[in-house]
């Protein structure tokens, strides 16, 4: 089942006359991995960033088509794309948490730093927001490393740990959807298959979404595999199929490192 | 909460704005009178505080020959007795005015105008090649060992209070100058080259920061061509950094022109063109420092006259830098 | 021949620096000495009508802290909106620009403005208009030094805020101000050392006094101002007066300086 749903969308940047990417369709199925990958300057930034309507950060940026995205309680989809009051932006982001390409501790401690997003969400009980910390920490992997230091700075850590915290700090809110964007391009091949090891153990409560140009990082740990080129959602499927029997010539191009 | 921060901040904003069109309307506002009664003119006057028997005054003035001004300005007589005196023996010898002279007074910019842009001119011609020398040294010339510290100290320099250049200028400089060149203590050379001293540190600093910018890469790819430590800063740096060199040459000279403190003890703060370099004149910045205490009436508009000349001076010489030399990044 | 005149520039470029060098350490010894020398407890314990420079230190930095208490919120909070609320528009971009030229304006005009202001129609000189003389030229200097270091925050971690549903109020206020803090404070600590020193902005707003008061309502103490009529007199003992005074603000003014790089340095 599909926790989002991608429908005829399209979007262009404030200020430029086409469309980054066009009429993509693609659904992000529940509890599975989706990979987007293709060459660099494709959109698959542009896409990710959509699902959680980041872009709307800087405006001038216009969507068009619909990002259905899947409500846990009423078990109903509802178009993102029409959100437009504050509060539902904040409901959205709670739901649709990301990670970036390069870590992003804030100016904190570590526990306070995990603890961030449930205080913004309202929780205020002291022991809730422990146990809640010491179980995203331990999610991410992270709990054995920092348990003795929680209340030093997170710029103290090591890069992966970094990225580790960050993952902690969005798995805290539990999300329904968490967006990758090339989570471990800045990080050591130790720390990458650490965040590697991570993100499938994480599968089993919640959908994942991840951009990412190393192909054998989408074939290690994803379910579903979109290949975009220029803009377009050239191919998605299974990601075995994508990597062994891709339909288009496009997609086999890419993936036998004919281009790109 | 957050609506009333984010209105709130906007409007601290804007208070940026308010302030300067408060400055201008202000300053025009009050210089109005003067305005009124010298027009463009005043620029071109070399005259200050300088009493005029009324028909002398209107040939040059022919378009504010009017009544109404007559009366209001002919009560207005707070000049120097020897400038009286003067005026006086000129009028001697029309047979009509001997008693009882309807007579104006007469202010002019031209002095103080020339003296702050001769003033500020020999300050950048002072400046200039040292703060040149000084940033070479220290972005390309000396080990980080003294680069650093020296770059520190140069910052720290550009800190002090200008009133205490002046005042090292007035007792220790001058002396020396007036003895070496002859003339005044106090003159348009004496007071240029502490201008000069006072705003090298932060011309240097700037400019040092501007040469930074370029990338060490391609400092490495002309070395790595064989050329010298002078071919890289003139075939590399310079063309790289140009525009902000010039920005900070600029800059520099917006600080120069409106400096009061620095030159206020040195220039002679007398309405006098200056004939020879070593003699003494006035700037604007003086003139409102000076004069501002005792000024009254229309002597007080011209000040404010002067004040706004200063200000839309300092104003396009400022934007030009910002536009056309310092776009910044966007972030 | 190449290599020559890179030797000739070279030298040049290393002599006029020692020259600039040279002039400015000038003017730091002779402050020194002729500072130190008359420097005396009784100073800092008597009024300028007693030769002492209490009053003045008091009165100046009540001056600069005044506009302090104006500038810093208003510079900062008008930074934030450039930086954050008002991000690449129109709006925000030109009053960045304004404000980078008001800092350059020269101070003796804003002085004009002020006694035009809030001098002439009160009917006389007050600790007011001086504080509110220097509240002007400080803003300008707040708000760059805020966008400046705001903007050395990186995007993605205003990004990663909002990513986790907090408001843009909440991503400026925990996190962005947060990661700027350090070079906001060594703004502000820069921006006060650089007015302390004015003087032309207080000229006719402030005025001085030889009397030590704290009552904003008429001509207040101000070190610099007085510094300038004492240097102008013709007695030895009030140049050495200017001297003190001289000495004791640019001690001060660099001790501010040094704090603030101290703080930057340490937290990098
Ligand atoms: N802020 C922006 N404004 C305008 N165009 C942008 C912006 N960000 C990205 N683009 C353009 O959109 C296209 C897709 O970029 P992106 O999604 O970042 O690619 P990818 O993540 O696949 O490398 C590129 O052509 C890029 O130039
Ligand atoms: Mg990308």
Redesign the pocket.
Same mark, same amino acid.
């Given at each position: 089942m599909p926790v989002m749903n991608i429908k005829n969308f399209s979007f262009t940047?404030? &200020? @430029?006359d086409k469309p /980054?990417?066009r009429n993509i369709n693609l659904p992000i199925l529940k509890n599975k991995i989706t990979a987007l990958i293709?060459? /660099? &300057?494709? &959109?698959? /930034?542009?896409?990710l960033r959509s699902l959680n309507r980041i872009h709307d950060l800087?405006p001038g940026n216009k969507y068009e088509g619909v990002i259905e995205l899947l409500d846990f309680e009423t078990n109903k989809y509802e178009n993102i794309l029409e959100i437009k009051k504050e509060n539902e932006f904040i409901k959205l982001r709670q739901k649709v948490g990301m990670i970036f390409q390069k870590p992003t501790p804030f100016p904190m401690s570590i526990f306070d730093n995990v603890a961030y997003g449930l205080k913004i969400a309202g929780i205020k009980n002291k022991t809730e927001v422990e146990n809640r910390v010491e179980e995203a920490l331990k999610g991410a992997a992270l709990w054995n490393e920092v348990s003795d230091r929680l209340n030093k700075p997170a710029g103290g850590l090591s890069g992966g740990q970094q990225q580790r915290l960050c993952i902690a700090r969005a798995v805290a809110v539990k999300p329904e959807v968490l967006l990758f964007?090339e989570p471990t391009s800045a990080l050591d091949p130790i720390s990458t298959g650490a965040i590697e090891e991570l993100i499938v153990e994480l599968r089993k409560d919640v959908s994942i979404a991840i @951009?990412t140009?190393n192909m054998q990082q989408a074939s290690r740990i994803s379910d579903f595999t979109a290949f975009?080129y220029m &803009?377009d959602l050239i191919e998605y499927d299974k990601t075995e199929v994508i990597f062994l029997n891709p339909k288009e010539k496009q997609t086999e191009d890419y993936i036998t490192g004919r281009f790109g | 909460m957050e609506k009333i921060f984010q209105k709130l901040s906007l409007l601290s904003a804007s208070l940026v704005f308010i302030i300067l069109i408060g400055i201008f309307t202000t300053l025009f506002i009050s210089a109005k009178p003067a305005i009124d009664e010298f027009g463009f003119g005043f620029i071109t006057d070399a005259r200050w505080n300088t009493e005029v028997p009324l028909n002398q005054s209107n040939e040059k003035e022919k378009q504010t020959d009017t009544l109404k001004e007559d009366t209001t300005q002919n009560s207005v007589s707070d000049s120097d007795d020897d400038l009286l005196a003067e005026d006086e023996d000129l009028m001697g010898d029309d047979e009509d005015l001997d008693d009882e002279v309807a007579t104006k007074t007469v202010y002019g910019g031209l002095v103080p105008i020339v003296g702050t842009i001769l003033s500020t001119v020999i300050a950048m011609v002072f400046a200039v090649p040292i703060a040149m020398g000084i940033a070479i040294f220290l972005a390309e010339m000396a080990p980080k060992k003294i680069s650093i510290p020296v770059g520190i100290a140069i910052e720290l320099l550009a800190a002090i209070p200008s009133i205490i250049f002046g005042m090292w200028g007035l007792f220790y400089f001058a002396p020396i100058i007036s003895e070496t060149f002859g003339g005044y203590q106090v003159s348009l050379l004496t007071a240029g080259l502490v201008l000069g001293i006072m705003i090298l540190p932060f011309m240097a600093a700037i400019t040092r920061d501007s040469m930074k910018t370029t990338p060490d890469i391609l400092k490495e790819s002309a070395y790595a061509l064989g050329a010298t430590k002078f071919e890289v800063i003139k075939d590399v740096i310079f063309p790289y950094s140009k525009v902000g060199i010039i920005g900070s040459i600029i800059l520099s000279l917006g600080r120069a022109l409106g400096e009061t403190m620095a030159v206020a003890f040195l220039i002679g703060a007398v309405y006098n063109l200056p004939e020879k370099i070593t003699d003494p004149t006035i700037s604007i910045p003086v003139a409102m420092a000076v004069n501002f205490g005792e000024a009254a009436g229309l002597g007080e508009s011209a000040l404010f006259y002067l004040g706004l000349i200063l200000f839309v001076l300092s104003f396009g010489i400022i934007s030009f830098a910002k536009f056309y030399f310092l776009k910044r990044n966007k972030g | 021949m190449r290599l020559l005149l890179n030797k000739i520039i070279l030298a040049l470029s290393l002599v006029s620096a020692l020259i600039g060098l040279a002039f400015l350490g000038w003017i730091l010894v002779t402050l020194a000495i002729k500072g130190a020398s008359a420097m005396s407890a009784s100073l800092f314990i008597k009024d300028l009508v007693d030769n002492g420079l209490r009053n003045l230190i008091v009165g100046q930095l009540i001056l600069a802290g005044l506009a302090s208490f104006v500038g810093i919120p208003l510079g900062i909070v008008a930074g934030i909106y450039i930086r954050e609320y008002g991000q690449g528009s129109k709006y925000a971009e030109f009053i960045r620009d304004l404000s980078d030229i008001m800092m350059s304006a020269p101070s003796i005009v804003i002085g004009a403005f002020v006694f035009a202001l809030l001098v002439k129609p009160f009917g006389g000189p007050s600790g007011f208009a001086g504080a509110f003389a220097l509240a002007i030229m400080m803003i300008p200097i707040v708000i760059n030094t805020t966008d400046s270091m705001l903007s050395l925050v990186p995007k993605e971690l205003r990004e990663a805020g909002i990513a986790l549903g907090a408001s843009k109020y909440k991503v400026i206020f925990n996190i962005v101000i947060r990661a700027a803090k350090v070079g906001i404070m060594t703004g502000i600590l820069l921006s006060f050392a650089r007015i302390v020193g004015e003087t032309a902005p207080l000229l006719f707003t402030s005025e001085t006094s030889n009397y030590f008061t704290l009552d904003l309502t008429s001509s207040f103490p101000s070190m610099t101002v007085s510094i300038y009529s004492l240097a102008n007199e013709p007695e030895e003992s009030a140049r050495d007066l200017a001297w003190s005074a001289s000495f004791i603000l640019t001690i001060m003014v660099l001790l501010i300086n040094l704090t603030g790089r101290y703080i930057t340095r340490n937290k990098k």
């Open positions: 940047y404030a &200020g @430029v /980054s990417i293709g060459p /660099s &300057g494709c &959109g698959k /930034s542009t896409l800087y964007d @951009v140009h975009m &803009g | - | -």
